[in-house]
C-alpha cells in the first residue's frame, strides 16, 4: 500500500517541514488573499515556493526546468513540476495535487498545465497574484511569463509579493529554530578558524578551511562566503577570495551566509595579523559598540529607523576623533529568513515597526583613509550580527563577537 505521496511507508520519511507548520502557512495566505480579493497566488521564486511547499531539493540551481506552485483562496495546493523533480516532491512536500510535464520542453514547458490549473480556479473577471514586487525574481523566463498573461485573458494579474513579504516577516518558531542552529553552527566554525589559522595564510587558504568547518559543524551549504583582505582593513566585503596573503598589519574580514533547510545565516569576523594600528582598533571598537546599540534598539514597537539611529549616534560620535565615518552603504542591517537578504531594511526612513518572530542582522559599518607602505587607500570595517526579536527583546542568533579584532599569532 502506497501512502498519499505514492511512497510505500517502509520508505517514506516525514518531510523535513512537519505538516501543521505547511498547513498554517497556507491558511494565513488563504486569508490574505481573501482580504486582497486575489483568487489565486502563482509562485515560482524558491523562497516562496519552499515557504509554502517545503520541496526540498538542489535542483534550484538548475535553471533549465522551472517549477511552480497555484494556491487557491480556496482549497488545496497545485504544484506544477518537471517529472524529474516528482520524486523530491513527493518526499519533501505533503501536496497531494502534483502536475507533471517531461522537461527542458521549450514549446510549453509547464505553462500549459499551468493556465489549465489556473483557469480551475479562477473565473473570468478574476485575479491572479504574482511576485511583480521590489526584490521579487521570477524563477521562469520572462517570455514565457508574458505568453502566460497572455493565456490568461480576461484574468487580471496583479503583484502579490507584497502580501507575501508581510506574512513571511513574522518567523514560526520551525522558522527561528532553523535560523539558530545554520548560525550557532557558523559561529562554532569561525571560532575554529580562528584558533587554527595560519599567519601568513592566503584568503583562498582561509575560506577553504573555513567551508569544511561549515559543513563539519553542521550548515547544510555555504552558498555566500565571501573574503577581503587588506593594510588596516579591506577595499570592501563582497568579493571571493583571493590569493592575496596576509602580511604584518593585514586585517581579514570573512562574511558568511550558509543555510539550513533554506534559511539563510549572514554575518562576519575581522581577523588582524601581525602589527595592526591602535586606531583601527579603536575603529573595531567603535564598531563593536554600534552593534550593542543595534542589538538593544531592536525591541517590539520600534521602528527600524530607531534601529538605524542607535547605531549613527555610536558611531558618529565615535569615528570623527578617529578621522573615519559611517558608511554610506544605505542600510544598517536587513531581514533573513529564506533568502539572504530580505526586507526590512534597516534605514532611516523605514517606518516597519519590529515584532516578535521578525528576524533581523545588524550591520554597522565604517570608512576611513589609512597610509599603507606604499600609498593611501580608502579602507573599511564591518560588523554583522544575527537576531530574532522576542516579546522580552532582542535575542542573539548568532554568537556575539569578541570585543576586538580576532588576532592571530
Known amino acids: 500500500m502506497r501512502d498519499a505521496r505514492g511512497l510505500e511507508p517502509s520508505n517514506a520519511p516525514a518531510p523535513p517541514v512537519p505538516r501543521d507548520v505547511l498547513e498554517k502557512r497556507l491558511i494565513e495566505v488563504q486569508l490574505a488573499l481573501g482580504r486582497a480579493g486575489i483568487d489565486a497566488l502563482f509562485v515560482t521564486a524558491e523562497d516562496n515556493f519552499r515557504y509554502l511547499t517545503g ?14 506552485c497555484i494556491v487557491p483562496a480556496k482549497g488545496d495546493l ?4 518537471p517529472t524529474t523533480n516528482l520524486s523530491a516532491t513527493r518526499v519533501t512536500t505533503w501536496v497531494q495535487d502534483i502536475r507533471t510535464w517531461v522537461s ?4 510549453d514547458d509547464g505553462l500549459s498545465l499551468v493556465v489549465d490549473a489556473l483557469s480551475g480556479c479562477v473565473k473570468k473577471g478574476g485575479c491572479v497574484g504574482a511576485e511583480m514586487g521590489p526584490q521579487s525574481r521570477l524563477a521562469m523566463p520572462v517570455g514565457d511569463f508574458l505568453h502566460l498573461r497572455e493565456k490568461l485573458s480576461g484574468i487580471h494579474m496583479v503583484d502579490a509579493d507584497g502580501l507575501l513579504r508581510e506574512i513571511r516577516k ?9 535560523i539558530r542552529s ?39 551549504q555555504a552558498p555566500y562566503v565571501v573574503a577581503e583582505s587588506g593594510f588596516g582593513g579591506y577595499p570592501a566585503l563582497q568579493m571571493s577570495p583571493s590569493d592575496r596573503r596576509a602580511r604584518d598589519g593585514t586585517v581579514l574580514g570573512i562574511d558568511v551566509g550558509c543555510r539550513r533547510l533554506g534559511y539563510f545565516c549572514d554575518f562576519n569576523r575581522n581577523f588582524a595579523f601581525g602589527r595592526v594600528s591602535d586606531r583601527v582598533r579603536r575603529i573595531d571598537d567603535v564598531l563593536w559598540q554600534a552593534t550593542q546599540a543595534g542589538i538593544r534598539a531592536a525591541v517590539p514597537g520600534a521602528q527600524v529607523g530607531e ?28 531581514g533573513i529568513g529564506l533568502r539572504l537578504t530580505e526586507p526590512p531594511s534597516i534605514h532611516p526612513s523605514d517606518t516597519t515597526v519590529l515584532a516578535p518572530g521578525m528576524t533581523i542582522t545588524i550591520e554597522p559599518a565604517a570608512e576611513f583613509e589609512i597610509e599603507t607602505p606604499t600609498r593611501s587607500a580608502r579602507r573599511m570595517l564591518i560588523h554583522e550580527e544575527n537576531l530574532v526579536v522576542t516579546e522580552d527583546g532582542p535575542v542573539l542568533l548568532s554568537d556575539r563577537a569578541p570585543r576586538g579584532l580576532l588576532d592571530v599569532h
Open 170 to 178: 513574522i518567523k514560526g518558531p520551525f522558522e527561528v529554530e532553523q
Open 104 to 107: 527542458p520542453n521549450p514549446q
Open 78 to 81: 497545485i504544484l506544477v513540476v
Open 307 to 334: 534601529v538605524w539611529r542607535a547605531q549613527a549616534a555610536v558611531l558618529d560620535a565615535g569615528l570623527s576623533d578617529l578621522q573615519a565615518r559611517r558608511s554610506e552603504s544605505g542600510r544598517m542591517g536587513h
Open 182 to 220: 545554520v548560525a550557532g553552527a557558523a559561529s562554532r566554525a569561525l571560532a575554529r578558524l580562528h584558533s587554527t589559522m595560519a599567519a601568513g595564510c592566503s584568503e583562498v587558504e582561509a575560506v577553504r578551511a573555513l567551508q569544511s568547518m561549515l559543513l563539519q559543524e553542521g550548515v547544510d
Open 55 to 68: 520541496f526540498e531539493c538542489p535542483t534550484w540551481i538548475n535553471a533549465a526546468r522551472p517549477r511552480y
